[in-house]
């Protein structure tokens, strides 16, 4: 009869590797997450900065058409500078959860007035 052998040194290895790996494996988790969140606002930002240039251009209300679509706590600039009005959008995202410091994403669009556009 052979006596089988129990698990000796190796015993709770598994223990520790999982205790050190688990956090990294959050932190890439949370990282991949905020990456996610930030794409898809600076694509909202985009969209946003469109609208209000093409709105201003045209001699409409440009920051009325950013807030249509801005994400929250957006701030939309609007300025005029001669044959173009460039409309930027910033907006913040927040990092790994709500722990640390906000990013901040940004668009600029410039779109050139349209003849006949009354300008404020």
Known sequence: ?????????????????????????LLFLFTGLTAVHAVGTK??????ARE???????GDDGRAAADRVAPP???VSITVDG????A????????LGARLPRLT????????????AHLP
Do not use: N, Y
Not at 52 to 58: E, L, T, V
Not at 83 to 86: F, I, P, S
Not at 88 to 95: F, Q
């Open 1 to 25: 009869m052979t006596r089988r052998r129990w698990a000796g040194r190796d015993r709770g290895s598994f223990t520790a590797e999982l205790a050190a790996g688990l956090p990294a494996l």
């Open 43 to 48: 694509g909202e930002c985009v969209h946003a």
């Open 52 to 58: 209000a240039a093409i709105a201003a251009s045209r």
């Open 105 to 116: 994403v940004a668009a600029t669009v410039v779109a050139a007035v349209e003849p006949g």
């Open 88 to 95: 930027t959008v910033r907006a913040p995202v927040r990092a």
């Open 83 to 86: 044959d173009r009005v460039r």
């Open 73 to 75: 706590g957006a701030e």
